[in-house]
């Protein structure tokens, strides 16, 4: 059986409505393609506030990347192990308290520490060896988002174990494209959506209609959703994996077990915002339909559409009405 879920946004013509135009821009940023879709008075209002919503995600960009060497998050992640309360931007202490209230209510099957053991992965698929048992244990002990303490009064950041590294991957497109929506919203452009590799973000519907139509599929099956003011974010194994005796590896791996997933999967979850839907769909992922039942229940209005595939038998659970 052939399993994919994806995206379609389906954009309405480029006409104007009364005083408002469509425009679209598209950027690469974060390692995707950043498209903006919204209705603005002009030419020169779309422009500026497209340079300006771009701006805003290149700046969390050098913020957040764990690729850059220089980023703030690489240079806070350095510092653990030390016992030192370090200051952090607005932004930075913003995603790590999501990120820990997330990883709470999750269980701990979305975790921003899992930086080690993605290291570590990386670089098995890409020299097709799987990580020693020592390799492992190294990695698994600097995971753990319980081991980030966060001081509210001076927005400062103490990171417990040495040898953690912090990697908000699972949910920083998601944050930047809120991000970039509240930027477009203070410009008075509200009807928004932004498209982030596929993971979506709504802000107000286009003028004159009640929502933005998306379509999920799966397979030969697709199902059109009217959703404004909303985020939908998918995971799922891609062509990154590795295969050791017999076994495929998704490049999706488990903070607990600091391995990829043996089981193979298809997310969409769709939450009030793209912050949560980006964090949860990593969540869903590796918690898989069993843990992931239970996941749901302390996220009220989220709703989810899950493959599963292992042992060659699919199962599927949906909750997308």
């Avoid at 020299?127 to 244990?137: D, I, M, Q, Y």
């Avoid at 194994?237 to 990829?260: C, N």
Wanted: proline share 4%; hydrophobic share 40%.
């Amino acid at each position: 059986m052939n399993i994919s879920i994806i995206l379609i946004p389906i954009y309405l013509p480029t006409s104007g409505f009364g005083q408002e135009k469509r425009y679209e821009f598209e950027k690469g940023l974060m390692g995707s393609p950043f498209r903006l879709v919204f209705y603005a008075k002009n030419d020169s209002v779309a422009d500026e506030a497209a340079h300006r919503a771009f701006g805003r995600i290149e700046q969390l960009n050098d913020l957040l990347s764990d690729y850059r060497d220089g980023s703030e998050i690489n240079r806070l992640s350095a510092t653990s192990g030390s016992g030192q309360w370090i200051a952090v931007s607005d932004d930075l202490f913003r995603i790590l308290s999501i990120s820990k209230k997330v990883s709470r209510r999750t269980g701990g099957t979305f975790d921003v520490t899992i930086g080690p053991v993605v290291q570590l992965w990386r670089r098995a698929i890409r020299r097709n060896e799987f990580p020693t048992e020592a390799e492992l244990k190294v990695a698994r002990r600097a995971v753990g988002y319980r081991f980030v303490k966060l001081r509210c009064r001076s927005q400062s950041v103490r990171l417990i174990r040495s040898g953690m590294r912090l990697d908000v991957g699972g949910i920083g497109k998601g944050y930047a494209a809120d991000e970039a929506v509240k930027l477009l919203e203070n410009l008075g452009i509200t009807s928004v959506l932004i498209d982030a590799g596929g993971d979506i973000t709504l802000a107000q519907p286009p003028p004159g209609r009640k929502a933005w139509e998306i379509s999920v599929g799966s397979g030969d099956s697709t199902v059109s959703m009217p959703l404004a003011q909303a985020g939908v974010a998918t995971s799922g194994a891609t062509y990154r994996y590795l295969e050791h005796e017999g076994v495929r590896y998704s490049h999706i791996v488990d903070p607990e077990t600091g391995v990829g997933l043996r089981f193979h999967v298809r997310t969409t979850v769709i939450a009030p915002n793209g912050t949560l839907a980006d964090a949860l769909a990593t969540a869903v992922s590796v918690g898989g339909i069993r843990r992931s039942r239970k996941i749901l229940r302390r996220f009220p209005g989220v709703q989810v559409w899950l493959l599963e595939t292992e042992g060659g038998k699919t199962r599927e659970w949906r909750t997308l009405e």
